[in-house]
């Protein structure tokens, strides 16, 4: 939790999972002290963490098990290419360079 100008603003965190076919799901999100839970496990199974304000919010607005909607398809195509870079992975039929 961090405090700006006497006001308190708290963590959100949300995990997605993206099998490469269909769109990506909720799979886990909460504020506070269960947000700092998911992100510590994410952390012990080495799963890329970013952290996006404004693309939280919007997706801690969505129940678990739902699809992301096509309007956050271009934010969350950039936080899964930044997962796979950093796990030198590349999407299926990838033919591309790596930057």
Excluded at 4 to 30: C, F, H, I, M, R
Excluded at 36 to 52: D, Y
Excluded at 69 to 77: I, K, R
């Amino acid at each position: 939790m961090n405090q700006q100008n006497g006001q308190t603003e708290s963590s959100l965190a949300v995990a997605l999972k993206y099998d490469g076919e269909n769109a990506p799901t909720v799979t886990a999100k909460g504020s506070q002290e269960l947000a700092e839970q998911i992100i510590a496990l994410a952390k012990k199974h080495n799963v890329p963490l970013t952290e996006n304000k404004e693309l939280v919010t919007l997706l801690s607005t969505l129940e678990l098990g739902d699809e992301i909607p096509e309007m956050l398809y271009l934010a969350v195509a950039e936080v899964i290419a930044f997962a796979y870079m950093l796990k030198g992975k590349v999407p299926e039929g990838f033919e591309g360079e790596l930057i």
